[in-house]
């Protein structure tokens, strides 16, 4: 297999993937069909930011958010049946129910987890213990560049932890397990190694004071574009949509079985940060996976790099001959 060359590197030489969106295969269908899949995604991202900009405060709360989010996900799931993007991404009842384990340990004990040990309860600490008055100017922004700011701060981040988690051996190990799903369906975000879930949800945009309006806005952009990171759907996503935006399109590369594909495409939300860093690769994959897209049992991904920690430590200290991990080469 000979790949594809994208700058310096060649895509698709250990795996099947498509390069290009003018390669990408169309939504099919009636005018109707065709103009849903091709504006449902900025109708809701604009619907959702005119709603939480205008939304009465006894309604613009946290909860309001879930249950938002929730159904959401449930319209997605619809979509995931009407329109799919890969027959062999269907959700079974077997890949559905490993889902909702995850989804329930993320609003449970990852969520505990990180009420005392997160990013926001260290980062309270700290500002307990210094001034940081200097920092409340930004609560005099207009409320939508509030929004951007955090969203793009949290993302800005979120690219460098995931990007180190490729590079660096004992962050690979905690998300090596996230990349052993072969498809991707609404809930697949949430499935991984635990420790990894709580590390790519850190951030620093507690440091700074935001209206707390602008905490949902930002919330909702996230939702309205790094949800469809992994969803087994057919857009026609416009253009502007894709040069700025993570999409479906971009995220199946990172997850694909070619090594170079998954080294791309790290951003959350905004696609244009990977665009400044050449770590963009347009195009997508339908076979997923590692090792030839073998599915690991709940059992397994709970204990992965715990096991391989082990391993590898036991190799190195133990034969003189260990020249390190063969999986993760530096870039």
Same mark, same amino acid.
């Given at each position: 297999?000979?790949?594809?060359?994208?700058?310096? $590197?060649?895509? @698709?030489?250990?795996?099947?993937?498509? !390069?290009?969106?003018?390669? !990408?295969?169309?939504?099919?269908?009636?005018?109707? $069909?065709?103009?849903?899949?091709?504006?449902?995604?900025?109708?809701?991202?604009?619907?959702?930011?005119?709603?939480?900009?205008?939304?009465?405060?006894?309604? #613009?709360?946290?909860?309001? #958010?879930?249950?938002?989010?929730?159904? +959401?996900?449930?319209?997605?799931?619809?979509?995931?049946?009407?329109?799919?993007?890969?027959?062999?991404?269907?959700?079974?009842?077997?890949?559905?129910?490993?889902?909702?384990?995850?989804?329930?340990?993320?609003?449970?004990?990852?969520?505990?987890?990180? /009420?005392?040990?997160?990013? @926001?309860?260290?980062?309270?600490?700290?500002? /307990?213990?210094?001034?940081?008055?200097?920092?409340?100017? +930004?609560?005099?922004?207009? %409320?939508?560049?509030?929004?951007?700011?955090?969203?793009?701060?949290?993302?800005?981040?979120?690219?460098?932890?995931?990007?180190?988690?490729?590079?660096?051996?004992?962050?690979?190990?905690?998300?090596?397990?996230?990349?052993?799903?072969?498809?991707?369906?609404?809930?697949?975000?949430?499935?991984?190694?635990?420790?990894?879930?709580? %590390?790519?949800?850190? @951030?620093?945009? @507690?440091?700074?004071?935001?209206?707390?309006?602008?905490?949902?806005?930002? *919330?909702? =952009?996230?939702?309205?574009?790094?949800?469809?990171?992994? !969803?087994?759907?057919? +857009?026609?996503?416009?253009?502007?949509? $894709?040069?700025?935006?993570?999409?479906?399109?971009?995220?199946?590369?990172?997850?694909?079985?070619?090594?170079?594909?998954?080294?791309?495409?790290? #951003?959350?939300?905004?696609?244009? =940060?990977?665009?400044?860093? *050449?770590?963009?690769?347009?195009? &997508?994959?339908?076979?997923?996976?590692? &090792?030839?897209?073998?599915?690991?049992?709940? $059992?397994?991904?709970?204990?992965?790099?715990?096991? &391989?920690?082990?391993?590898?430590?036991?190799?190195?200290?133990?034969?003189?001959?260990?020249?390190?991990?063969?999986?993760?080469?530096?870039?």
């Amino acid at each position: 297999m000979n790949g594809v060359r994208v700058g310096n $590197r060649i895509i @698709g030489a250990d795996s099947p993937v498509t !390069i290009g969106w003018e390669n !990408i295969p169309r939504v099919e269908g009636g005018p109707i $069909r065709r103009f849903v899949f091709t504006w449902f995604q900025p109708a809701v991202l604009f619907a959702l930011i005119l709603f939480w900009y205008y939304a009465p405060n006894s309604i #613009a709360k946290a909860s309001t #958010a879930i249950g938002i989010g929730i159904g +959401f996900k449930v319209l997605l799931l619809v979509l995931e049946w009407v329109n799919p993007r890969y027959a062999s991404w269907r959700l079974t009842w077997k890949e559905l129910m490993t889902d909702l384990f995850y989804v329930g340990l993320g609003y449970t004990v990852l969520d505990l987890v990180e /009420h005392y040990i997160g990013s @926001g309860a260290v980062i309270a600490a700290v500002r /307990h213990s210094f001034d940081w008055d200097k920092l409340s100017w +930004f609560t005099g922004w207009p %409320l939508l560049v509030q929004a951007f700011v955090i969203s793009f701060m949290f993302d800005f981040g979120q690219y460098w932890m995931h990007r180190g988690m490729h590079n660096w051996y004992p962050l690979w190990l905690t998300h090596s397990v996230h990349h052993y799903i072969t498809q991707l369906n609404i809930n697949k975000g949430a499935v991984g190694n635990p420790v990894e879930l709580f %590390l790519i949800g850190l @951030g620093i945009g @507690g440091f700074f004071d935001f209206l707390p309006r602008a905490a949902l806005l930002a *919330g909702a =952009i996230g939702m309205a574009v790094g949800t469809y990171q992994h !969803i087994n759907v057919r +857009f026609n996503t416009p253009r502007w949509w $894709r040069f700025l935006f993570n999409t479906t399109e971009h995220h199946s590369l990172h997850h694909s079985r070619d090594f170079e594909a998954s080294r791309s495409n790290y #951003a959350g939300t905004y696609i244009f =940060i990977d665009r400044m860093f *050449g770590t963009c690769v347009d195009g &997508e994959a339908e076979l997923l996976g590692m &090792e030839g897209g073998r599915r690991m049992s709940i $059992r397994e991904q709970m204990t992965f790099p715990f096991t &391989e920690a082990w391993k590898t430590m036991k190799e190195r200290f133990g034969r003189g001959n260990y020249s390190g991990p063969e999986a993760v080469p530096a870039e």
